[in-house]
């Protein structure tokens, strides 16, 4: 297990939300992501960098504030890290609220790297 | 003002949205929602509609949107005369940008009685993606053929438009909707396409004597609009 998970997964989250906040930016995060990567994204499945940055870029909105809650960490047997986060964000449209969210992420160790190998994202939104 | 008018009247069923011990002081609770891509100015038009001067509210965990209003509404009589006139506490419902990250579910078209449906005049996908507005309507909505007002959103931007008049309005014919050009920005069309969905669901309820035929009726905790006794409803004017 690895003892610096937390700087691992804390740098992992900044640099990620960095992407993915600015639209200009947010294909750079492909590299981030294992070949062999799965997002569930709002009970949407994809599978693999390319389709996942796909669906990344499809949300239409330009430039994303966020505010993260808090944010957990723990070392996973093989290496990885698993990190959990809450927060809100809010899109670039004046009049949206801002909304909760849940996000998790497994980052698998190859090497001295990490990638992504798991992603779950859904809005804390009960409107079900 | 108005509690006089209340006196006497028998308790309605229970409702979620009203103090059981407060009886409200209008005659009918109507929800409208409104609906279309990202950015084709919903929140806008409903921020347009409602002067700026009501409250809204937002439910952050539940991710819906809504302001209100006061209107009344009179119903045109058979003979063309003026009929007699409703007190309605609108509920104008917004997606809150919620529909940027996910599908909307079943649950929020629930007790749904009319749907603004909007594109932009400048954005032409926004006008072809109607048809999957529509067809999500059919499937979540109360029933297969709910009041729906078609509109054509930012025709102040006449210099970016990319959608022709006659464009909507082949649309809106298609589906037997009324079709508005509307302008959140300079307020043009947005009261009319309002009022015209509520003369529609105004005269849906007025037909319906079959109450099980009415919005509302496939919500689980009871009826979601309110009718007083029939005395209760009359003359305001």
């Known amino acids: 297990m690895n003892p610096e998970f937390a700087e691992i997964g804390q740098q992992f989250v900044a640099a990620y939300y960095k992407g993915f906040d600015d639209k200009n930016s947010r294909a750079t995060l492909q590299p981030l992501y294992h070949s062999t990567a799965l997002l569930t994204f709002e009970g949407c499945q994809f599978q693999g960098p390319q389709a996942i940055v796909e669906k990344l870029m499809s949300v239409p909105s330009d430039n994303i504030q966020r505010a993260i809650t808090c944010a957990d960490y723990q070392p996973t047997i093989d290496g990885g890290v698993q990190v959990c986060i809450i927060g809100q ?20 160790r190859e090497n001295a790297n990490y990638f992504i190998n798991n992603e779950i994202f859904r809005l804390a939104l009960h409107n079900f | 003002m108005f509690t006089n008018l209340e006196m006497g009247d028998s308790a309605p069923p229970a409702h979620g949205t009203v103090g059981n011990n407060n009886q409200p002081d209008y005659d009918y609770l109507i929800k409208f929602l ?9 929140t806008s038009l409903l921020f347009q509609y409602t002067d700026n001067t009501f409250n809204n509210k937002f439910i952050s965990t539940v991710g819906i949107d809504f302001r209100e209003k006061r209107v009344v509404h009179r119903m045109p009589a058979a003979d063309g005369s003026v009929g007699r006139s409703q007190r309605i506490h609108l509920q104008l419902w917004d997606t809150a940008g919620q529909e940027r990250f996910r599908s909307l579910t079943t649950a929020f078209f629930r007790d749904a009685m009319g749907f603004l449906l909007l594109f932009d005049l400048t954005n032409e996908q926004s006008l072809m993606n ?71 669901v105004m005269t849906r309820m007025e037909k319906c004597t079959d109450k099980t035929k009415l919005p509302g009726s496939r919500q689980r905790n009871g009826q979601t609009y309110k009718q007083k006794d029939g005395g209760d409803t009359g003359c305001l004017c």
């Open chain 1, 89 to 108: 964000l809010k899109t670039d449209s004046e009049h949206d609220k801002p909304m909760p969210f849940t996000h998790v992420f497994l980052l698998k």
């Open chain 2, 34 to 42: 409104a609906l279309g891509d990202s950015g084709v100015g919903k």
């Open chain 2, 130 to 200: 109607i048809r999957n507005w529509l067809s999500q309507l059919q499937t979540h909505a109360y029933c297969e053929n709910p009041d729906v007002v078609l509109c054509g959103n930012k025709m102040d931007l006449e210099d970016q438009r990319k959608v022709r008049e006659d464009r909507g309005r082949e649309m809106a014919e298609k589906f037997g909707l009324p079709y508005f050009e509307t302008s959140a920005a300079t307020g043009h069309n947005v009261s009319k396409a309002v009022e015209c969905l509520l003369d529609m």
